[in-house]
């Protein structure tokens, strides 16, 4: 049934949305990490995110469906996280000989994260979030406006 | 006249498309920060209102739902086509829409059911 795959669908954006913050969040925590889990600088994360792969689904809705003789719309599933990669971008590099973590010329290995640009980051997949959440409580009034009908 | 007649069944054929938009809308605001993702949009209205004019009952409650890609979108930087302002406005217009459908069966079915005697 249509509304309800809207809901999942807002839902799968939500969960998206949601990680993207957490992954930004990592970031911003670990601004001035000089030693990640291999020892070296934290590496700015980032998600990377693709459509969520659509496909047949044999379900009671698209049997009747097709019963019926109603050529119904490819089904949608939504959006996935497809990988958190690693920002490939250089570290930054400050002079700071007092650094435990300083090289031989006096300069530290800071991670490559760039602090503003996390804080955009973390606007747009508030509003992004927002955005789902709205999607879906139309979804949700849409339906209630169908039961509605029933009283 | 039929119990269920050509409007009542073009209401149902609309009721269904203007859910479907509301998948396809969800799917793009779900996808608006995916790289590469071209936002889809559904047609229903040209072969509804063709299938209306002819008052082929048949044509009517087999109205094609088309969901397709929108290729006159334009695309940003990452090849991502979804316009956050456009969706929003797509979303509270469909959803007016669907309400006033709902409205309207609402008093059809009234009217029968008065006709009936069940009030």
Known sequence: MGLFDAIDIAGSGLSAERLRMDVTSENLANAQTTRGADGQPYRRKEVVLQEAAGGARATFASALEGAMGRTGAAPSRGVQVAAIVQDSAPNRRVYDPGHPDAG???????????????????????????????????????????LDLLR | MQLFDTTQLALEAAMHGTSQRQTAIAQNIANVNTPGYRRQEVDFEGQLS???????????????????????????IDGNSVDMDVEAAGQARNGLMYQALVAVTKARTGIIQSAIGNR
């Open chain 2, 50 to 76: 063709a299938a209306m004019a002819a008052d082929d009952r048949d044509a009517v409650r087999r109205t094609a739902i088309v969901q397709r890609t929108d290729a006159s979108a334009p695309v940003r």
């Open chain 1, 104 to 146: 031989q010329d006096g300069y530290v290995e800071l991670p490559n994260v760039n602090t503003v640009t996390e804080m955009v980051e973390l606007i747009s997949s508030s509003r992004a979030y927002e955005a789902n959440a709205t999607a879906m409580q139309t979804a949700k009034s849409m339906f209630t406006r169908t």
